[in-house]
């Protein structure tokens, strides 16, 4: 009775449209006034989620993407990708996906890589006589690597729920990430080659070499942060703070494009963004807790284990189950509520924490480019200025080849566990 | 109705100099923590300090979040609903939220009251300080979902709003 209450009161909420954070905080409620339990226990389950050391690195991160976002660099990322593969039929195309998986290894997070590379790339695909459709599809499609490539935000959250290292999760992305990035390439080179999608002319080595020297300063920011993470000379943390001062001196000093004006509103915004991330991870921590009491865990895993304990099925049906819930949730929620559930049912049939956080991961990251509920697919087609059904429509290739990926990384645990391995052993 | 959007705009300004001054803090706390490692030790006291840093800036953010939309929500439904029905879902999310933290807001209290007979390890800081930073989140939750309300009610785009922020 006490369940049917927390989670009908969860889905009623969500459905009338009421913030996640705030429809798991009233539906444990509903659960903890059922059960006669004194409320006491929330305020100190909400402080114990956020009271996580590797938390403390989110808007570290999300600071250090929004400096560098104003500072100038999506145009130097964007001609630095497209120096490299925009000669190639679908060149924009290419450079779009390029973009993403550059931009992917600064921020964390695949809104921001979503507005930022579409708000450019959108409307210069159009003129270049890109349909409006593909253009956005395409833009969409590939910001789902940023959280894939380090840094990642939904990484750190895996992070603190499952005690794995917030390095080893970031490396463990860094593979099938690019994987992602070269089957979209893939992907769109076959479209744009059917439909005689224009390319733009080879401006030599020259150029390719300008556009790389002036991105450098943009791109090094990945080396830095997986240098500190690798060494061990700093935790996630202190990283996320130093890439945000780098950002900071890049965008202000080196570049000179981010106004010092606009800094404050910068670091005010993203205090917003990422307290809201965190609020939703306190109020979530409170339904964790009553989902491992209630024993929800070992009661999904028993139910799906006394279906079937064949390892290959049981991937698939967690994938199933995830592809499900990021159609219609919000990513870290749902990462949230069912990574520890999943995760037990994953190690009853031997599979890998760290493989499963990574499937999970980019499973959950296809989620935000699927209908009805997909926040990179509404954005993308808002800065196209398109109705929502013709890029689903354009963007179904590009998710099947990013499912594609996620079977492989499902199967092949080393794609996700070799890198990972060998740097941390 | 200028007197309530005054008033937001009061709460807001306050709020986002709060969470501007807490990430400040974390951000100098955690580079004291780097440069005092680089030159020797650091200070016992800057890891608390980011921690409680972070605890605040959430507990003074939360409320922002929730004007913003970055207090993400599902609203597929409601935006599909004919005629006056999404604004009175609006409405009535703004009202749960509210309800919830009313709830809530005396047991936040005990939890500061607890806090009394602790002090933290390395500040030596009554815990009774730092609980208090969710007992603030839930006051602020229920101030800005009470003002949501109202200014829905009132036919005041809060997107609008969100933009000035």
Known sequence: ?425 | MKVILKAYRVLEFFCRAGVFIAFMVLIIAVLTQVLGRAVGDSPVWTEELTRFALIYMTALGVGLGLMSGDLVNVDIVCDALPGPWPRILNVAASLATAFLATILLPGAWKYVQIGFLQKSPAMALQMSFVHFSVFLLFLLLLVFAVMRAVLTLLHVDISHLKQEA
């Open chain 1, 1 to 425: 009775m006490e369940v049917f209450v927390l989670f009908a009161v969860f889905i009623g909420a969500l459905v009338i449209g009421i913030p996640v954070a705030i429809a798991l905080g009233l539906s444990s409620l509903s659960y903890l006034l059922v059960s006669g339990i004194p409320l006491v226990v929330v305020p100190q389950k909400v402080y114990a989620g956020i009271d996580v050391f590797v938390l403390l690195s989110i808007p570290g991160f999300i600071l250090a993407g929004n400096l560098m976002n104003n500072g100038g660099i999506t145009e130097r990322i964007i001609r630095f990708a497209n120096a490299l593969v925009g000669w190639v039929r679908g060149g924009l195309g290419l450079t779009n996906i390029g973009a993403s998986m550059l931009f992917g290894g600064i921020t964390g997070t695949a809104v921001a890589d979503a507005a930022s590379i579409g708000g450019v790339m959108i409307p210069g695909m159009k003129k270049a006589g890109y349909p409006a459709d593909f253009s956005a599809a395409v833009t969409a499609a590939s910001s789902t690597v940023g959280p894939i490539i380090p840094p990642s935000v939904p990484m750190i959250i895996v992070g603190a729920l499952s005690g794995i290292s917030v390095g080893q999760m970031f490396m463990a992305g860094a593979v099938p990430g690019l994987l992602m990035g070269l089957a979209m390439m893939i992907t769109c080179y076959v479209i744009a080659r059917r439909n005689n999608f224009p390319r733009e002319p080879w401006r030599g080595t020259s150029e390719l070499v300008r556009a790389f020297a002036s991105a450098f300063w943009a791109i090094a920011m990945t080396g830095i942060i997986i240098y500190g993470l690798l060494s061990g000379i700093a935790t996630p943390t202190e990283n996320a703070v130093v890439a945000s001062v780098y950002a900071f001196v890049v965008g202000a000093f080196v570049y000179r494009e981010l106004p010092l004006k606009k800094v404050p509103k910068i670091i005010a915004d993203s205090a917003v963004s990422a307290a809201s991330i965190l609020a939703l991870v306190g109020l979530a921590n409170v339904f964790g807790w009553i989902l491992v009491s209630e024993r929800i865990p070992q009661a999904i895993a028993g139910t799906v284990l006394s279906i079937t304990d064949n390892p290959i099925l049981v991937v698939l049906i967690i994938n199933l189950l995830l592809l499900f819930v990021g159609m219609f949730m919000e990513t870290i929620a749902a990462l949230i509520i069912l990574f520890v559930p999943l995760l037990s049912l994953a190690q009853a049939v031997g599979i890998e924490p760290l493989h499963f956080a990574t499937f999970a991961v980019l499973n959950l990251m296809i989620g935000l480019t699927t209908p009805p509920v997909g926040v990179c697919l509404f954005v993308c087609a808002g800065i196209a200025r398109l109705p929502l059904s013709p890029v689903v429509r354009a963007i179904l290739p590009f998710l099947l080849s990013n499912i594609i990926v996620l079977l492989l990384v499902s199967f092949i645990p080393a794609l996700a566990t070799w890198l990972p391995n060998l740097v941390f052993g």
